[in-house]
């Protein structure tokens, strides 16, 4: 039976555990964190004036690399070149003049609710009497199609389990080996905490050899999933989860056509 247990979770990060389940599901739900959440960030930029240091292509790239705030519920996903207006498009714009720095605050966008996730990012310096003037469009994409719209990194690992075969003799040792200190003595047993990282640098301690064994329990994960956009880290993962469901559904609708 699939089960999540929350370790820790704050708005830009969450991490539990996932048990129940197959490396295959836990891997859909990376790629699918990663590479099908929809996000919005600049697609094109139209430059009026740029008297900087950093050529057109150069600050172009920058702009897509700021993370969006946006109400996805507000946007659809342009499919073409005729899908235009407000529920495709967003313009943002700057219009600036040196001596300054401008940051991601600088812009200005036709939305409210779509905005730099941080104030703080600095997009180019301007010196005495250079301008920067452009108005971008932002859009939602897929992270499948260019990293500018992925919404997270996401990593799993298997949860570590330990197995003890008799009397370890050198436990202190044992446990000095672990390099993430993951290691207990509890009840003369040697334990393991989530923070293992399977190592095995403590079996090569162990004396007897072969008294102990850590490995990796195949059908329970440590997730983590990071969000490196305008999404937080809990919408990534429901988002995710309701991803795989409707992929799941929409495979079960066309086998039974088949019949």
Not at 60 to 68: E, K, Y
Not at 74 to 81: C, M, R
Not at 159 to 166: A, C, F, H, L, N
């Amino acid at each position: 039976m699939l089960k999540i247990d929350i370790i820790d979770k704050t708005e830009r990060k969450i991490k539990f555990i996932l048990e129940g389940v197959k490396p295959q599901f836990a891997n859909a739900i990376r790629r699918i964190s990663m590479g099908e959440i929809t996000t919005m960030s600049v697609d094109s930029v139209d430059f009026t004036s740029n008297d900087s240091v950093l050529y057109d292509e150069i600050l172009a790239h920058r702009l897509a690399m700021i993370p969006l705030v946006f109400n996805s519920k507000n946007y659809k996903i342009k499919e073409s070149v005729e899908d235009t207006g407000s529920l495709y498009e967003v313009v943002l714009v700057v219009d600036k003049k040196g001596p300054c720095t401008v940051y991601s605050k600088d812009i200005k966008s036709s939305d409210p609710d779509v905005k730099p996730l941080y104030d703080n990012i600095p997009i180019v310096e301007l010196t005495e009497g250079q301008k920067l003037k452009f108005d971008a469009t932002a859009i939602l994409g897929y992270g499948k199609n260019h990293s500018k719209w992925a919404a997270a990194v996401t990593s799993y690992r298997y949860y570590p389990i330990v197995k003890q075969d008799g009397k370890i003799s050198n436990e202190t040792d044992v446990i000095k080996s672990c390099p993430k200190r993951a290691l207990r003595i509890e009840n003369g047993k040697v334990t393991v905490t989530e923070d293992c990282d399977l190592s095995g640098l403590c079996m090569q301690v162990a004396k007897p050899e072969g008294s102990l064994r850590v490995e990796g329990d195949p059908t329970k994960f440590i997730f983590t999933i990071e969000s490196v956009s305008g999404l937080t880290a809990e919408q990534i993962m429901n988002m995710s989860l309701d991803e795989l469901k409707a992929k799941a559904k929409d495979f079960s609708k066309s086998l039974s056509k088949l019949k």
